[in-house]
C-alpha cells in the first residue's frame, strides 16, 4: 500500500514526532513523514527531525501577532506544498481557527496526555492527581473544531501509584504516548483517511494479562 504523506505540527520538544519518524522508519509502517512545522523557531524537535533527514521548518507566529488565520494559512501552503494528505498535531500548542480546522477536517489528528473525556485542556497530570483517578492515559484523536473533543482513536492507560507526582506520572504517561501515537496513525491510515474513523478504533491495554482466577 502507498505510503500516506504525513505532516507533523510541534511546539517544542517533540518527543511524540520523533516517535512517530522512528515509526516511519520501518519500511511497511503505512506513513512517511514529509515535513516538520514548529511555531518556535527555537523548538529541540526541529533539529531531531533534521538530523533524521526530514524536512523540518519553522514558520513563527509572533509576525503574525492578531491574526492567527494568516498564520495558519501560511502553514497550510508549506503543508500541501510538500504533499502532505495527514496531518499530526504533537504538542503543538496554539489554539486552532476554523480555517485550519476545516481545512484538514478529517485528516487532522492530536495526541492528548488524558484519557478523554477526562480532562481536556493542560494540566491534565496535575489535575489526574487532584482528582483521585487509579487510571491515566493518553487519547489519540481526530482533531474537531471543539478543543479535545474529536472521535477517539486509541487510547492506552497506566496505573496511577502512590507517591506519583505530575512529573513521575507524566513520563509514565509519555513513554505511552510513544507507542499509541504511531499505533493509531498506522490503523488510521490502513482505514483511508476520511473513512469512518470509528472503524480503525482499538484500546491499547500495555498491562499484563490478568492471570486466570484458579
Ligand atoms: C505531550 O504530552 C502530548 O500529549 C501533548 O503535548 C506533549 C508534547 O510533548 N499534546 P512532545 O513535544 O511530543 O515531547
Same mark, same amino acid.
Given at each position: 500500500?502507498?505510503?500516506?504523506?504525513?505532516?507533523?505540527? *510541534?511546539?517544542?520538544?517533540?518527543?511524540?514526532?520523533?516517535?512517530?519518524?522512528?515509526?516511519?522508519?520501518?519500511?511497511?509502517?503505512?506513513?512517511?513523514?514529509?515535513?516538520?512545522?514548529?511555531?518556535?523557531?527555537?523548538?529541540?524537535?526541529?533539529?531531531?527531525?533534521?538530523?533524521?533527514?526530514?524536512?523540518?521548518?519553522?514558520?513563527?507566529?509572533?509576525?503574525?501577532?492578531?491574526?492567527?488565520?494568516?498564520?495558519?494559512?501560511?502553514?497550510?501552503?508549506?503543508?500541501?506544498?510538500? /504533499?502532505?494528505?495527514?496531518?499530526?498535531?504533537? +504538542?503543538?500548542?496554539?489554539?486552532?481557527?476554523?480555517?485550519?480546522?476545516?481545512?484538514?477536517? /478529517?485528516?487532522?489528528?492530536?495526541?492528548?496526555?488524558? !484519557?478523554?473525556?477526562?480532562?481536556?485542556? !493542560?494540566? @491534565?497530570? #496535575?489535575?489526574?492527581?487532584?482528582? +483521585?483517578?487509579?487510571?491515566?492515559?493518553? @487519547?489519540?484523536?481526530?482533531? @474537531?473544531?471543539?478543543?479535545?473533543?474529536?472521535? *477517539?482513536?486509541?487510547?492506552?492507560?497506566?496505573?496511577?501509584?502512590?507517591?506519583? @507526582?505530575? $512529573?513521575?506520572?507524566? #513520563?509514565?504517561?509519555?513513554? !505511552?504516548?510513544?507507542?499509541?501515537?504511531?499505533?493509531?496513525? #498506522?490503523?488510521?491510515?490502513?482505514?483511508?483517511? /476520511?473513512?469512518?474513523?470509528? $472503524?480503525?478504533?482499538?484500546?491499547?491495554?500495555?498491562?499484563?494479562?490478568?492471570?486466570? !482466577?484458579?
Amino acid at each position: 500500500m502507498r505510503r500516506r504523506r504525513v505532516g507533523v505540527l *510541534i511546539s517544542g520538544r517533540g518527543s511524540n514526532m520523533a516517535a512517530l519518524i522512528r515509526a516511519a522508519a520501518v519500511a511497511d509502517y503505512p506513513a512517511e513523514v514529509a515535513l516538520v512545522v514548529s511555531n518556535r523557531p527555537d523548538a529541540a524537535g526541529l533539529e531531531i527531525a533534521r538530523r533524521a533527514g526530514i524536512a523540518a521548518t519553522a514558520i513563527d507566529h509572533r509576525p503574525f501577532r492578531g491574526d492567527r488565520g494568516a498564520h495558519e494559512r501560511v502553514i497550510d501552503a508549506a503543508l500541501r506544498e510538500a /504533499g502532505v494528505e495527514i496531518l499530526c498535531l504533537a +504538542g503543538y500548542m496554539r489554539l486552532l481557527t476554523p480555517f485550519l480546522v476545516t481545512a484538514w477536517r /478529517g485528516r487532522m489528528l492530536n495526541i492528548h496526555p488524558s !484519557l478523554l473525556p477526562a480532562f481536556p485542556e !493542560l494540566d @491534565t497530570h #496535575a489535575r489526574a492527581l487532584a482528582g +483521585g483517578v487509579k487510571l491515566h492515559g493518553c @487519547t489519540v484523536h481526530v482533531v @474537531t473544531e471543539q478543543m479535545d473533543a474529536g472521535l *477517539i482513536l486509541a487510547q492506552a492507560a497506566v496505573p496511577v501509584l502512590a507517591g506519583d @507526582t505530575a $512529573e513521575t506520572l507524566a #513520563a509514565r504517561v509519555l513513554r !505511552l504516548e510513544h507507542a499509541v501515537y504511531p499505533a493509531a496513525l #498506522a490503523a488510521f491510515c490502513r482505514n483511508e483517511a /476520511g473513512r469512518a474513523a470509528a $472503524e480503525g478504533s482499538w484500546f491499547a491495554n500495555p498491562l499484563p494479562d490478568a492471570a486466570p !482466577l484458579p
